[in-house]
């Protein structure tokens, strides 16, 4: 199972990015995939998850608002559009996949399979 990460960057304060996964060796229709961050010096957190079958998504209290959680059936690619970006916004982000059913707000222990990790940079 490959989980490839697109579209991290620099960017200004406000500013917006999306964020690609595509995955390989796993298809993700019944899969529940998610986002996680990790900044310098923290612990990687949960940003956004959707359940593929249904679509239902769910983000963390920092990013709701802001960040939407999308899916391509066709393509087997989750996406993370990230808009209102802050400079607290910036650490390296990664997909996630083979979260638990049901679940809402992951810890890094509920992740099988990790992206490479792409790097978003929010300057002030």
């Known amino acids: 199972v490959q989980l490839q990460a697109f579209g991290g960057g620099l960017v200004q304060a406000g500013g917006s990015l999306r964020l690609s996964c595509a995955a390989s060796g796993l298809t993700f229709s019944t899969e529940t995939v998610g986002w996680f961050r990790q900044a310098p010096g923290e612990e990687r957190e949960f940003v956004a998850l959707?359940?593929?079958?249904?679509?239902?998504?769910y983000n963390a209290d920092s990013v709701k608002g802001r960040f939407t959680i999308s899916r391509d059936s066709a393509k087997n690619t989750v996406y993370l559009q990230m808009n209102s970006l802050t400079p607290e916004d910036t650490a390296v982000y990664y997909c996630?996949?083979?979260?638990?059913?049901?679940?809402?707000?992951?810890?890094?222990?509920?992740?099988?399979?990790w992206g490479q990790g792409t790097q978003v940079t929010v300057s002030s």
């Open positions: 959707i359940r593929w079958i249904g679509g239902t998504a």
């Open positions: 996630a996949a083979g979260l638990p059913r049901g679940i809402r707000n992951p810890k890094p222990y509920d992740v099988n399979y």
